[in-house]
């Protein structure tokens, strides 16, 4: 890693940082120098990403949480600070969804939906920004959003109009805390493998208990993605380090796929005879 892409100093706070995304995002930021704050609502996924950033000699605290509560959130920020006396870099990374046509969901379901991709961002930014403001060094905000927050989403609705409203936040604030010094960006993934969508949505982070996808299953899934494979957690990682890092100095408002080429592919998949196509119906058993 080049010294730009360094953060030795910094602190992170990222929300939902026990698993999957999140938990690749906080590994890159502590093997970058960041001390990284993690909460997330499961405790020993908390733990145990607490634990791999102590072994890659970084510093880690602890914040088992639920975003959905946004006293619960402020006040981690608060702790944050309070144990660190700074605040850097603020990923809000928590979402969920539930697959479900929209005439068929309830109004508590819509409600769910909000408070965990969006409500939980502006709680955190709200609490995130003073801070930084404070400290007058300026700051970074990665807002992990989703290709379909530009897309049509069926079954998907509300999760990508909360997406949709990541997105269109990112940019609003990017111009609201540019006199600070403050760079707003976003990271927009598709297909990654993570515990949640992998059936380990509870406990710790288990692969050994993930199901097994088939070959068809598997190269269905692969021909979707121009890349050819899904992306790991990682990725999204090493993309999270260049947007919170001096190597994007003047990068502000911008939202990254992190997709491996469907966002770009518009509706094009591989077909089995190895050429595109927009008709084949490619599906991929869950």
């Given at each position: ?24 995002i906080a590994l890159r930021l502590a093997e970058a120098g960041a001390a ?22 970084g510093a880690a605290l602890v914040l088992p949480g639920d975003a959905m509560d946004t006293d619960a959130l402020r006040a981690a920020i ?209």
């Open positions: 890693m080049t010294e730009r892409g360094r953060l030795d100093g910094q602190v992170a706070f990222i929300t939902g940082g026990g698993g999957g995304i999140g938990r690749g990284v704050a993690v909460f997330d609502i499961i405790p020993e996924r908390c733990a145990e990403t607490a634990d791999r950033i102590g072994e890659l000699g608060a702790a944050t600070d309070a144990r660190f006396g700074r605040l850097d870099i603020l990923v809000n990374n928590a979402g969920g969804v539930s697959a479900k046509p929209f005439l068929e969901q309830s109004e508590r379901s819509w409600r769910r939906h909000i408070d965990i991709n969006l409500l939980s961002m502006l709680a955190a930014t709200h609490a995130a920004a003073p801070i930084m403001i404070r400290g007058g060094r300026g700051g970074a905000i990665l807002n992990v959003a989703s290709i379909e927050a530009e897309r049509a989403a069926p079954n998907f609705a509300i999760y990508g109009a909360c997406k949709a409203g990541m997105v269109s936040f990112t940019k609003s604030m990017a111009i609201e805390l540019s006199a600070h010094g403050i760079r707003v960006n976003c990271i927009s993934p598709d297909h990654t493998i993570t515990p949640g969508n992998q059936g380990n949505r509870a406990g710790p982070v288990d692969p050994a208990s993930w199901r097994a996808h088939s070959a068809e299953e598997v190269d269905a899934m692969n021909r979707l993605i121009p890349l050819g494979r899904e992306g790991v957690d990682a990725e999204c990682g090493d993309a999270a380090i260049f947007l919170c890092s001096s190597m994007a100095s003047y990068i502000t408002g911008v939202i990254l796929p992190v997709d491996g080429g469907t966002a770009a592919a518009g509706g094009w998949v591989r077909g089995r005879n190895g050429k595109w196509t927009l008709n084949e119906g490619l599906s991929f058993g869950g």
